[in-house]
């Protein structure tokens, strides 16, 4: 499926989507992201067919299908609330669509038996949805979608009401189904473990734009933007103001008072920057708690939040909070001062105008 140039504009005039250029290859699972409001819903009703797209095209199987009706589309969806029928049992919740398709009563009654088979759903099919549990009903919005076999399915936040548990379960249920069905799926979450573990690839919106697309790994070591960088991962890459400096035709960043040699893969780039300020980016798992003499910024502990496997230090420096991930328990406490160490290898950088990687 293609996006070209897609825009949608609502009555006031607000562009939710603007000028959105999207392929979604045949068989992957794109997970859309971004912030609240960013357009990710709007994208998928337009894609479904739910609302009327104001400009650009919408390109399947080499067909323009902008005019065509939801039901014309062979389409799929999921949605945050499970959207069941509440007076007809499992069966019939499945069943409805079929018949609205006039499949044969026999191929119907095989569809939703294989289907409910996949979803452990077999033993239920005679209860209500009221009778089911969360996790359960959700496994019948699922089935849903999947016994009409459509080419394409969307997923709106289909984990969000489930409790943690049953989120990491129905998550593998998820990806289990798509590489049993190689169905195309375009998902839509806010959660960075959802869209990191079951994208093949990930698109980051913002304000109806697309900031970036590409496989998980990629964008989490290869951000276009200091919006990327700061969105995907969490807790977030930190952002730091430093100064680019030339001595002996040799780049340098200073950051606080410490300066230091920029390693020599980025070292030619980076001097173009001469004299001026760019933004420097490290994840909080490239610093590292060192002696004093070899730091490069020193810091007092605000908050710790210790998780069982690493522990998160929030710290204040002269530059700025900084995020330190470390690994399993220390007995560190808040107000303890900390000498911070920088892995250089993994810093990233961004021009600090267009805020737009330097290496991308
Ligand atoms: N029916 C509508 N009429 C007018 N504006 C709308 C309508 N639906 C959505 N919008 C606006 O379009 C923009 C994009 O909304 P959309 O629901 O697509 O965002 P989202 O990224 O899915 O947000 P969230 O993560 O909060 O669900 C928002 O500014 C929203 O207020």
Redesign the pocket.
């Known amino acids: 499926m293609i996006l070209n140039g897609i825009t949608k504009k ?3 005039n ?1 562009l ?1 989507v603007n000028n959105l250029n999207l392929e979604i290859e045949k068989g992957e699972f794109l997970v859309l992201v ?1 912030p ?7 994208t998928l009703r337009l894609i479904a067919g739910l609302e009327k797209i104001s400009e650009g095209t919408l390109v399947f199987n080499d067909q323009i299908i902008n005019e065509l009706s939801p039901g014309e589309r062979k389409i799929g969806m999921v949605f945050q609330s499970y959207a069941l029928y509440p007076h007809k049992n499992v069966y019939e919740n499945l069943a409805f669509g079929l018949r609205k398709a006039k499949v044969p009563k026999d191929n119907m009654n095989e569809m939703i038996q294989h289907t409910a088979k996949m979803l452990g759903l077999d033993g239920l099919l005679k209860r209500k949805p009221k009778h089911l549990s969360g996790g359960q009903r959700q496994r019948v919005a699922l089935a849903r979608a999947i016994v009409k076999r459509p080419d394409i399915f969307l997923f709106d936040e289909p984990l969000s009401n489930l409790d943690a548990s049953l989120r990491v379960s129905t998550r593998k249920e998820i990806s289990k189904l798509h590489q049993q069905l190689q169905s195309t799926m375009v998902y ?1 979450t ?1 959660d960075q473990v959802e869209a990191m573990t079951l994208g093949t690839r990930i698109a980051v919106m913002n304000k109806g734009k697309l900031e970036q697309i590409d496989t998980p790994a990629n964008i989490y070591k290869n951000p276009k933007n200091t919006f990327v960088a700061s969105f995907i991962g969490t807790p977030p890459m930190n952002l730091l103001h430093g100064n680019v400096g030339i001595k002996d035709k040799v780049p340098f960043v200073t950051l606080s008072k410490r300066c230091w040699n920029i390693p020599k893969d980025k070292a030619e780039k980076l001097s173009e920057y001469d004299g001026q300020v760019v933004i420097v980016g490290i994840r909080p798992e490239d610093l590292f708690l060192t002696t004093k003499g070899n730091e490069h910024l020193t810091g007092i502990i605000e908050t710790l939040e210790y998780l069982g496997s690493e522990t998160v230090i929030f710290c204040k420096t002269d530059v700025g909070d900084v995020l330190i991930r470390l690994e399993g328990y220390n007995h560190l406490k808040i107000g303890d001062t900390v000498q911070i160490g920088l892995t250089l290898e993994k810093l990233h950088f961004f021009d600090s105008v267009k805020e737009e990687n330097i290496f991308n």
């Open positions: 609502y009555n006031d607000s939710a971004g609240s409001g960013c357009g990710k819903t709007t839509v806010h």
